[in-house]
Nanobody, 121 residues
Framework: QVQVVESGGGLVQPGGSLRLSCVAS????????MSWYRQAPGSQRELVAW???????KYTDSVKGRFTISRDNGKRMVSLQMNDLKPEDTAVYYC???????????????WGQGTQVTVSS
């Protein structure tokens, strides 16, 4: 009933920028939290940033000052602007949105399939 799809990954040189986007579709009543996670090879998945419905944001320390999360509620979209990228940012990036479906009263987390970001010269 609900799909979450990321886009915007790719290969970039150190110091470069990328913008990730994630759109939810389906029988959606409301969306609360929108988040980005990442998982590097051999590592656990980590929370990169989140934004709530009041547009409060939080970032993991390693991306503060370089990444910016934003949301467009009308488009059911969350974006992650990534600047000054470093090789250690290389990972698969996943979007998750906390969604209430029409006719339901509970929130569930819906995950995208992931998009690869590679930072290399």
């Amino acid at each position: 009933q609900v799909q979450v799809v990321e886009s915007g990954g790719g290969l970039v040189q150190p110091g470069g920028s990328l913008r990730l986007s994630c759109v939810a579709s389906g029988n959606i009543y409301s969306i609360d939290l929108m988040s980005w996670y990442r998982q590097a090879p051999g590592s656990q998945r980590e929370l990169v940033a989140w934004i709530n419905r009041n547009e409060q944001t939080k970032y993991t320390d390693s991306v503060k000052g370089r990444f910016t999360i934003s949301r467009d509620n009308g488009k059911r979209m969350v974006s992650l602007q990534m600047n000054d990228l470093k090789p250690e940012d290389t990972a698969v990036y996943y979007c998750t949105q906390t969604i209430v479906i029409n006719g339901d009263f509970t929130e569930d987390d819906y995950w995208g399939q992931g998009t690869q970001v590679t930072v290399s010269s």
